[in-house]
């Protein structure tokens, strides 16, 4: 199952012109671990998750691409 994670920092971060390099340094992780991200190759640290969020003022839920944000897990 392929996470839409990386597709959405992208749109996110493009959306706020913001660059990689900027992206890195404010999360204190490399451009390339961006780059990563985003082509799907790998995903964020779960300590990013909520960092990532803040930044660009989205839940987690968006973040992952879940859109039905009422369905409850269990």
């Known amino acids: 199952?392929?996470?839409p994670i990386g597709h959405n920092i992208r749109r996110l971060r493009l959306e706020?012109?913001?660059?990689?390099?900027e992206l890195a340094w404010y999360l204190r992780?490399?451009?390339?671990?961006?780059?990563?991200?985003?082509?799907?190759?790998?995903?964020?640290d779960l300590v990013l998750l909520l960092p990532i969020a803040r930044?660009?003022?989205v839940t987690l839920d968006e973040l992952f691409g879940?859109?039905?944000?009422?369905?409850?897990?269990g």
């Open 1 to 3: 199952m392929e996470l």
């Open 16 to 21: 706020r012109n913001m660059t990689q390099r």
């Open 29 to 44: 992780v490399s451009i390339q671990a961006v780059s990563k991200w985003e082509r799907g190759c790998t995903y964020p």
């Open 55 to 57: 930044l660009f003022s």
């Open 66 to 73: 879940r859109e039905d944000t009422s369905e409850k897990v």
